[in-house]
């Protein structure tokens, strides 16, 4: 279905994708587009635009820092982006995906077991309370998101996740400058801290999106985060 157009822009992007991903792949838009009609999984609806808007936007994330053999949470991954696509391209990383919808990830369970997939799971959590149970906090090397709030609240949604020394990656508009100033404060915070932003164009398109790449420099303080009401109330 997606086959050609994964094989032409993977290489684009500077990725050599392992055997039998590209087919993988191929299945995994096949059973998203599947179930999309009967469950929201994704707006996106044309397998040219799966395999561009998410499959190849989510393998961007690849050029930004090693993946392999690391251990990466997706923070309400939704259908399993970036999570899904990133486990598949580099199949010796080991994969959380969290999610507060259930129907979902009991779907991305199915998804995995047709896929044959290893080393990746599903947890059914709210993210500003399992961050709280001590055998998830700072317990991973990498945590995405993808779409999920502005980057105040996702930061302190997702830092408490990151071990110190590993990378925050927040995929974002190319239009996020004031975001990005504003989140300045409570990144410092959380214990994290800007390294850069990386843009890149979709192949195939004319599309360009943005990676905020921050990393963990020192453990978060125990109290964040707060209740999710709090943080959207008075945002760090």
């Given at each position: 279905?997606?086959?050609?157009?994964?094989?032409?822009?993977?290489?684009?992007?500077?990725?050599?994708?392992?055997?039998?991903?590209?087919?993988?792949?191929?299945?995994?838009?096949?059973?998203?587009?599947?179930?999309?009609?009967?469950?929201?999984?994704?707006?996106?609806?044309?397998?040219?635009?799966?395999?561009?808007?998410?499959?190849?936007?989510?393998?961007?994330?690849?050029?930004?820092?090693?993946?392999?053999?690391?251990?990466?949470?997706?923070?309400?991954?939704?259908?399993?982006?970036?999570?899904?696509?990133?486990?598949?391209?580099?199949?010796?990383?080991?994969?959380?995906?969290?999610?507060?919808?259930?129907?979902?990830?009991?779907?991305?369970?199915?998804?995995?077991?047709?896929?044959?997939?290893?080393?990746?799971?599903?947890?059914?959590?709210?993210?500003?309370?399992?961050?709280?149970?001590?055998?998830?906090?700072?317990?991973?090397?990498?945590?995405?998101?993808?779409?999920?709030?502005?980057?105040?609240?996702?930061?302190?949604?997702?830092?408490?996740y990151v071990r110190p020394g590993g990378y925050f990656l927040a995929m974002k508009s190319v239009d996020s400058d004031g975001e990005i100033d504003d989140a300045a404060t409570a990144v410092k915070i959380l214990g994290?801290?800007?390294?850069?932003?990386?843009?890149?164009?979709?192949?195939?398109?004319?599309?360009?999106?943005?990676?905020?790449?921050?990393?963990?420099?020192?453990?978060?303080?125990?109290?964040?985060?707060?209740?999710?009401?709090?943080?959207?109330?008075?945002?760090?």
């Open positions: 279905m997606i086959g050609p157009l994964l094989e032409e822009g993977l290489p684009a992007l500077g990725l050599e994708p392992p055997a039998g991903a590209v087919e993988r792949l191929d299945r995994y838009a096949e059973l998203l587009l599947e179930k999309n009609q009967v469950m929201n999984l994704t707006a996106i609806t044309e397998p040219e635009q799966v395999a561009r808007l998410h499959m190849l936007d989510c393998a961007a994330l690849l050029n930004v820092c090693p993946l392999e053999g690391k251990r990466l949470l997706d923070v309400g991954t939704g259908a399993g982006f970036p999570g899904m696509v990133l486990k598949i391209l580099v199949p010796s990383l080991d994969v959380t995906l969290l999610d507060s919808l259930n129907k979902r990830l009991n779907w991305l369970a199915e998804t995995c077991d047709a896929l044959d997939l290893t080393d990746i799971r599903t947890v059914h959590a709210r993210a500003e309370e399992r961050s709280h149970d001590p055998a998830f906090r700072e317990g991973f090397d990498t945590v995405t998101s993808r779409a999920v709030a502005e980057l105040r609240t996702l930061s302190e949604l997702c830092l408490p994290g801290g800007l390294e850069r932003v990386q843009n890149y164009e979709i192949p195939g398109t004319d599309i360009r999106h943005r990676i905020v790449v921050i990393k963990k420099l020192l453990e978060t303080p125990k109290k964040y985060p707060r209740a999710f009401a709090k943080m959207k109330k008075n945002p760090l």
